[in-house]
């Protein structure tokens, strides 16, 4: 980005202007003129940043790069960062899951960054240039700014980090269950099984000479089967045969 041919700086600032790229925030002061170099806010998966100028002759006078005569395209441009604070504000207030708080500090992390750049240059320029309010009034519209961002910022990732908390309880309280009710099928196993097993094998369709007897032997069988199961039952539950 090239300064506009029509203005006229000092060497000093000029030589200092960079002609590859605009460069990073920052203001350049000289013999009482003043450049502001500043970013637009950034928009979403934006992956470049557009610069815009902003410079203040000796005698109050300022003039945008971009078009204008006057402070009011300074103001526009803290608008615009604004405007972009407030929509992630929205954003945040309608959040309910983990994915709407990531997408929120995604978007934040370079609007915050900008920000905060645009904020210091914004003090450089009231340090070089004490007398004028109007860059007192901007430079603490700036602070505000940023200020606003670094809480959402905050408050953001602290709902991101508490979603992510309260799943990892949810699926530690899942999984405890999980074993609870697998440890009770177990035990239930445990008690059945042999009984299970003795009358699958009383079951088979052979002869075992065991037909004709009296039903008292039937109950006698189901009992011990049961009193096995009990033992099988205490064996899961402590690693014991006997408590």
């Known amino acids: ?4 041919a029509s203005w006229t700086l000092p060497a000093q600032i000029e030589h200092r202007f960079g002609q590859r790229s605009i460069g990073k925030q920052r203001a350049m002061i000289a013999d009482g003129h003043l450049l502001l170099i500043l970013h637009h806010a950034p928009q979403p998966e934006e992956q470049t940043r557009r610069g815009v100028l902003f410079w203040r002759q000796p005698n109050g006078t300022w ?5 204008g005569i006057g402070i009011q395209p300074l103001v526009k441009h803290l608008e615009q960062y604004n405007t972009a604070e407030e929509a992630l504000q929205t954003q945040y207030d309608r959040a309910q899951i983990a994915e ?4 929120i500090l995604e978007a934040i992390a370079p609007l915050r960054l900008a920000a905060k750049n645009s904020y210091a240059t914004l003090q450089t320029a009231r340090e070089g240039i ?7 009034d901007l430079r603490d519209w700036a602070s505000d700014i940023e200020r606003n961002l670094d ?17 990892a309880e949810e699926q530690t309280r899942l999984s405890n269950e999980a074993v609870i009710s697998g440890h009770r099928l177990n035990v239930l196993a445990a008690v059945f099984l042999p ?10 369709n052979v002869h075992n000479g065991l037909e004709d007897t009296p039903v008292t032997l039937f ?4 009992l011990m089967a049961i009193g096995l199961g009990l033992l099988v039952r205490q064996w899961v539950v402590t690693g014991k045969w006997r408590s």
């Open 63 to 67: 003039e945008c790069s971009g078009g």
């Open 195 to 204: 009984l299970t097993a003795i009358a699958s094998i009383f079951g088979m």
């Open 100 to 103: 709407d708080y990531f997408r």
């Open 130 to 136: 004490p007398d004028d309010r109007d860059i007192i």
């Open 1 to 4: 980005m090239k300064l506009p």
């Open 151 to 167: 809480l959402l910022y905050e408050n953001a990732k602290n709902a991101l980090d508490f979603k992510i908390a309260q799943r």
């Open 219 to 222: 109950w006698l069988v189901a």
